[in-house]
């Protein structure tokens, strides 16, 4: 077998092109071994791996509708092994479920199908504007050993300057908070953000009666996430796992955590649990503008983009709920 424009899938999904198929019709590909929950479309021709099934429809089944029904079982109950999750053919074709006539079949899978053409938009909308970010900080801020920016706004035209954070902040961290002293929902009394080392949700756990600090810049201090840095404004709690940086000169500011985001991670230890501790935060050092109003004018484009972001996320999310609300619904 050469290489080719037939695509191999795998459990984890699509793998390589080969140049011979094992199917000419549309399938539904279900994990034999490993990842046994994840089912996959398989628009044909296509080849697959010995470690993935698929299944092809019968006369009076529509194969888009088995793709929904395969997204809606509990497919972990019958994993037939004590270790690596597994499946067998037999265990498949013994599995029982309803359906309707075909024609219903049809009209389902097209409503579910035209919801993840839309969920793909979202998502391609979401990597395209991270990226967009991603290119936008590299303009607006210095490369490395230079001392301006490549676009800056009108008016401003001085070298930025090089600060060690221990020179412009205070630093502290966040204290211990059990999640179930906090509220999932804002409420009048749990009225007050807390932020913890997770990334998931902008890094909020929950709502608590208490704050810390009012208007910070923190980071993740321990973990997975360690390095990441975020700009909170307004008053909030943060937990241990967060370093807090305070300044009442106006350092504390979006363009400046954002500055700090792009190098915060070079210093992470990376022996046993990843880690950024005070005193090494303490002696980085950044290129900032050398003028509050630039720090100000970058800060705003910057929080507007992030909030654009936040919407399509937003909008994503709301997406995958109804799906997962229609799923639970419109099958039995």
């Known amino acids: ?24 019709a549309d399938a539904v ?9 994840k089912p996959l479309y398989l628009r044909a021709p296509f080849w697959t791996v010995d470690t993935l099934f698929y299944c ?56 579910f199908f035209s919801l993840d053409n839309t969920l793909q938009l979202h998502e391609r909308k979401c990597e395209e504007l991270a990226l967009i970010k991603k290119a936008l900080l590299q303009k607006l801020f210095p490369k ?49 953000p807390v932020y913890s080392s997770q990334t998931k949700n902008d890094g909020l756990m929950g709502y608590y009666n208490k704050y810390l600090f009012d208007t910070a810049i923190t980071w993740t ?30 350092y504390v500011s979006k363009a400046v955590a954002e500055i700090l985001n792009t190098v915060a991670w070079r210093y992470v230890s990376r022996v046993g649990n990843p880690k950024l501790m005070n005193n090494v935060m303490a002696g980085i050092v950044i290129s900032i503008p050398s003028s509050f109003k630039e720090q100000d004018k970058i800060s705003e484009l910057l929080t507007d983009f992030d909030c654009l972001i936040a919407l399509h996320q937003r909008k994503l999310e709301k997406l ?12 039995i």
């Open 1 to 24: 077998m050469n290489s080719g424009n037939i695509p191999v899938y795998g459990t984890g999904g699509y793998m390589l092109s080969v140049n011979d198929k094992l199917s000419e």
């Open 29 to 37: 590909g279900i994990g034999r071994k490993g990842t046994i929950d």
């Open 56 to 111: 092809t429809s019968k006369e009076n089944s529509d194969v888009k509708f088995i793709y929904l029904l395969f997204q809606i079982i509990n497919w972990k109950r019958y994993d037939e092994s004590t270790g690596v999750p597994s499946l067998s053919k037999n265990t498949i074709s013994s599995i029982k479920t309803y359906v309707p006539k075909v024609k219903e079949q049809d009209h389902i899978s097209k409503l």
């Open 144 to 192: 490395k050993d230079e001392i301006k920016p490549e676009v800056r706004y009108k008016n401003f035209s001085d070298a930025w300057e090089q600060r060690k954070i221990s020179d412009i902040f205070t630093i502290t961290r966040g204290q211990v908070l059990a999640t179930t002293d906090t509220s999932e929902i804002r409420t009048k009394e749990m009225c007050f």
């Open 221 to 250: 201090t321990d973990g997975a996430n360690a390095g990441t840095v975020n700009y909170r404004k307004g008053k909030f709690y943060s937990t241990n796992v967060n370093g807090v940086l305070l300044s009442n000169e106006g």
């Open 320 to 331: 995958k709920q109804l799906k997962k609300f229609l799923l639970q619904n419109m099958f």
